[in-house]
């Protein structure tokens, strides 16, 4: 099986080949470039793999959640390629795939949504899948849910810009934080080839970002409040 993965959904930029169990990647920090860097780095890890993108089986995105510009590119792209090529897409959760990417067992995943909110989830893995103890959701960092017992991996941007909240909301809940993980089109595809096993690759028609808030900017009595 031959996937092409690619997620946008933060500041970093990230492409990779699953080409029957072997990976090739790239991952950079993007900033706001990915526009100007994702074809590239397409184009480089297909010429790596050997896979031609009429050789793909699927194109897998990071559906979200995420920055609302870093979603759409990215799921446009995914979008634009599947209609080219004639193939299926597969969207991927964000924060599975930052569970996914962590090494751990029972992770809680916090992206830093801005105005003040995380993006957050928390899985477990378990019988060689995950579960959602608690789907994806906006909260304030203060509110972000409970979760039970303890040997929890936190990971992703929201630990960096809210960790005393969240460290203070679980205390000893949490035995290692990696706050600099982040999303990756590696893990994108791992996840992408067992949904599409599953029979859950969609028509180029049906990509589309999955962005959790429906709102960018606050208003200006809501700044000040």
Aim: net charge negative.
């Amino acid at each position: 099986m031959n996937i092409l993965a690619l997620d946008t959904s933060t500041e970093y930029c990230s492409t990779a080949v699953w080409r029957d169990g072997a990976l090739f990647e790239r991952d950079v920090h993007a900033g706001q470039r990915h526009s100007e860097l994702l074809l590239g780095m397409i184009d480089e890890v297909l010429a790596e793999s050997g896979v031609t993108v009429a050789g793909l089986d699927a194109i897998a995105y990071g559906s979200g959640p995420g920055t609302f510009t870093g979603l759409r590119i990215g799921c446009g792209v995914a979008q634009g390629l599947a209609y080219a090529a004639d193939r299926p897409t597969v969207g991927v959760g964000t924060l599975l795939a930052l569970a996914t990417g962590s090494g751990a067992t029972r992770v809680v995943c916090c992206l830093d949504a801005r105005m003040q909110q995380v993006y957050y989830a928390a899985y477990v893995y378990e019988s060689l899948a995950w579960r959602a103890a608690h789907e994806p959701a906006l909260y304030a960092p203060a509110l972000v849910p409970d979760i039970a017992g303890e040997g929890w991996t936190g990971c992703g941007s929201g630990f960096i810009a809210y960790r005393d909240v969240l460290t203070q909301r679980y205390g000893n809940q949490l035995s290692r934080i990696v706050p600099d993980a982040h999303p990756r089109a590696r893990d994108i595809a791992e996840l992408a080839v067992a949904a599409y096993r599953n029979g859950e690759a969609t028509a180029a028609d049906d990509a589309m970002p999955w962005y959790i808030r429906d709102k960018v900017a606050l208003k200006t009595d809501e700044r000040t409040t």
